[in-house]
């Protein structure tokens, strides 16, 4: 599995009393993310053991958050398609480089959903990103994960 090799550094949140997490990747999106299109560079968060699996994508630049999660750790069999420009755009030239992460929505009272119809590739080499929306896919934008989703194997990054 892929992992980003980085210095650990630690998120010195301005709020007082905020947990701090491990920033692991400054990860760069130049096209944005759909809603979000000026949002382009976010901090890829390790939310520590507590939170494991997830990760999270902080905006540099407004309080945008967003909840993320490896796609092996919801459904079995995840297939990403990611067209030629889109290769381009990243840099990607061995599927080895790419790191897959979904968005997760958490929900009061209810199971967690994530959106496997529009994946984020990550380029692990060079921190550029992107959204890749899968046409023609049979995958849902709600597609239920576990309550006690918890991964002890999740790559270390």
């Not at 069999?77 to 381009?88: F, G, I, M």
């Not at 929900?107 to 692990?124: D, F, H």
């Amino acid at each position: 599995m892929n992992t980003i090799e980085s210095e650990p550094e630690v998120d010195e949140s301005p709020k007082s009393g905020a947990p701090s997490f491990r920033i692991v990747a400054e990860v760069n999106l130049p096209k944005g993310l759909p809603g979000f299109f000026a949002e382009r560079k976010f901090a890829l968060l390790d939310l520590g053991d507590d939170y494991n699996p997830y990760m999270a994508l902080r905006s540099f630049t407004s309080e945008l958050t967003l909840i993320v999660v490896e796609p092996r750790f919801v459904v079995e069999d995840y297939q990403v398609h990611v067209d030629d420009p889109t290769q381009n755009l990243l840099g990607l030239t061995r599927s080895e480089d790419a790191l897959v992460l979904v968005i997760a929505t958490l929900r009061e009272n209810k199971n967690p959903v994530v959106n496997l119809l529009g994946p984020i590739v990550l380029n692990v080499e060079s921190k550029i990103a992107a959204q890749v929306v899968q046409v023609e896919s049979d995958y849902s934008v709600t597609h239920e994960v576990s309550l006690a989703l918890r991964a002890s194997d999740r790559v270390v990054l």
